[in-house]
């Protein structure tokens, strides 16, 4: 199993001072992950998203932490690939020269970038980003395994070479974002690794699993992006881990509560309040029930399933608590076969000190015993 470490860049202070601290805070919590023994770290890439997510150029910051480390890998969790965000080639050159760079630690996952703040900043039509996003994975590919791309769809391209030539080969490792069953399909007839960001928790993430196994065994051949077929299946774990796991308890829900009004804010579809930073000790595990409540009304009202994926970011059972409670649940996501264990510390309302705490408890208490369990083959 791995473990990894995800940055959204959530700020519930949306000043320039704090934006500025924040991503600093951010580069430090990336060092740390990689003395504490984690695998890998993943950025997101989202635009305009104000408190939501400040991590608009993510390859920037992947560069600048691949310079300050030696052994992480370093993970775009994911490219936006619809075509008004980025031509794939430039994804392909950029992704290439920080694998060279950083002696070959690049993965790439690629997304949509669909909410409407985002697709109306960059002139994406909805309708266009999931072919969009097949076209660009299927062109980076072949940019990669190729001396010389050229490419007629709804791009023309080429021919020419595309430089720098990655360090891995035949090329860095590929994931998709899949917060449905829907993609989770396409992931794994695409022949990507799987990264399941939901909060919906083990549950359903076993539900997923499951999901994305069927597809893998059912799978022709026919869809696959590359030659190179990466099976990979990671989970989001939310998670804060202190020596007062009471106190763990209450960073994490909150943390989770401001997650999970931006999430309604930026993809609800509809007006929705800015997300609020509240008191520590406020009832945050009842206010995400009574959320949880409100949108089932809504979606029963609207005759819209109510399905895990829609309604998991109230869910407040993660790993929030002390190092056993971490521990715990980690055995739960291996029980049901996760490869990759996805940490999701850095969220708005969560003061430095616990995520930088949170990051050495994993590293000290819950990685080697894991390791530990795995080598013994318990």
């Known amino acids: 199993m791995k473990f990894s470490v995800i940055f959204e860049a959530q700020l519930a202070d949306p000043s320039p001072e704090a934006e500025r601290q924040l991503l600093h805070d951010c580069v430090e919590q990336a060092v740390l992950a990689e003395e504490a023994g984690f695998d890998r770290i993943w950025a997101v890439e989202h635009h305009s998203l104000t408190q939501y997510a400040h991590m608009s150029a993510s390859e920037v910051f992947l560069a600048f932490v691949a310079a300050r480390t030696s052994r992480i890998r370093i993970g775009h969790g994911v490219v936006t690939l619809p075509f008004g965000y980025q031509h794939p080639v430039r994804v392909a050159e950029r992704a290439a020269m920080l694998d ?5 630690r690049v993965d790439i996952g690629g997304g949509r970038g669909a909410t409407r703040q985002e697709t109306s900043m960059f002139g994406v039509d909805p309708d266009d980003t999931y072919p969009q996003l097949e076209e660009a994975l299927r062109i980076i590919s072949a940019a990669w395994r190729e001396e010389r791309l050229e490419w ?5 391209i080429g021919p020419g070479a595309v430089l720098p030539r990655p360090v891995q080969r035949p090329h860095p490792p590929l994931f998709m974002a899949c917060s449905k069953r829907e993609t989770l399909r396409t992931a794994a007839e695409l022949g990507l690794g799987a990264l399941v960001l939901g909060f919906a928790g083990a549950q359903d993430v076993a539900a997923m699993r499951e999901v994305y196994d069927a597809a893998i065994a059912a799978r022709t051949g026919e869809r696959l992006v590359s030659d190179q077929v990466n099976d990979h299946f990671a989970a989001l774990c939310p998670t804060i881990v202190l020596d007062d796991p009471e106190r ?10 401001f997650f999970a009004e931006s999430i309604a804010h930026w993809y ?3 007006p929705a309040p800015d997300p609020s930073g509240y008191a520590e000790g406020d009832d945050h595990v009842g206010a995400l029930a009574r959320d949880r409540e409100e949108l089932v009304a809504k979606l029963h009202e609207a005759r819209v399933p109510v399905r895990p994926s829609a309604t998991g970011t109230f869910n407040a059972d993660h790993a929030y608590g002390d190092a056993g409670t971490a521990l715990a649940y980690v055995e739960r996501l291996r029980a049901i076969g996760v490869d990759e264990v996805i940490c999701l510390i850095q969220m708005g309302t969560v003061p430095q000190e616990a995520c930088l705490e949170t990051i050495r408890q994993w590293g000290e208490r819950v990685i080697p015993q894991i390791r530990a369990r795995e080598l013994a083959g318990v």
Do not use: E, K, N
């Open 248 to 257: 763990a308890y209450r960073l994490g829900t909150r943390g989770q509560r």
């Open 152 to 156: 007629h769809g709804a791009l023309d």
């Open 100 to 104: 060279v760079l950083s002696g070959g």
């Open 268 to 270: 609800g579809g509809g």
